[in-house]
């Protein structure tokens, strides 16, 4: 008996708002499927080369007030990056909350617009200890 891994499935409230914050992550829409009996909008976003390992956008067009207000219950989404300095950098820029810097040259939070937390972990050894990441203080959770 065999098992595949699919995909991580994440509802939220702003597809447009969410699918920007996905991209700046570097990932791409793969597929997408909408249903008009449903009333919902799947964006399956994945990083280039990686398109067997998406994230699964849920978009209830009717909204959902089901969505938690926090979900930290759902746990995080990781990836590994090339340049965890960089995609902090690059994040911030564009007004993402870095929720847990670099410090240590090797992991980092930040939260999606539906407060989903996401880990980023430097790709093979630690970078060296640089600031601002160094000395920046955690701010929420994540």
């Given at each position: ?104 040259g090797r992991m980092a939070f930040v939260r999606s617009p539906d407060n989903v937390s996401v880990e980023l972990l430097q790709r093979g050894a630690a970078k060296a ?14």
């Amino acid at each position: 008996m065999g098992i595949r891994y699919l995909h991580t499935m994440v509802r939220v409230k702003d597809l447009e708002k969410s699918m920007a914050f996905y991209r700046l992550l570097g990932l791409k829409e793969v597929r997408r499927h909408e249903s008009e009996q449903g009333r919902f909008t799947l964006v399956f976003m994945a990083p280039p080369g990686q398109e067997d390992c998406p994230v699964e956008l849920t978009y209830n067009w009717d909204g959902d007030n089901g969505l938690p207000s926090d979900s930290r219950h759902f746990g995080h989404l990781a990836y590994e990056v090339d340049d965890i300095y960089a995609l902090c950098a690059h994040l911030q820029k564009h007004g993402v909350l870095i929720n847990r810097p670099p410090r240590d040259g090797r992991m980092a939070f930040v939260r999606s617009p539906d407060n989903v937390s996401v880990e980023l972990l430097q790709r093979g050894a630690a970078k060296a200890s640089a600031e601002p990441w160094a000395s920046m203080a955690s701010v929420g959770s994540w």
